[in-house]
């Protein structure tokens, strides 16, 4: 499942996929791409929950992949 959010929601549309996704989904996380500040992660939802970074107001596009 890949999905995308408005840039002002990905923040929180990241806090509501670690509430609500299994430990062991597959999360991934590819923000504001082509820019100089590109960030991809991917890792379990675990993970994710101590990870701690947030992907701020940018475009972000979202990929889960149940197990």
Known sequence: QQFIETPY????TLSALLLTLRDDTLLSV???????????HTSEVKQWRSF???PGKVPVVFSLLAR
Do not use: C, P, Q, V
């Open 30 to 40: 590819a923000a504001d791409l082509t820019s100089e500040n590109e960030f991809i």
């Open 9 to 12: 929601r990905s923040d929180a």
């Open 52 to 54: 701690g970074k947030k």
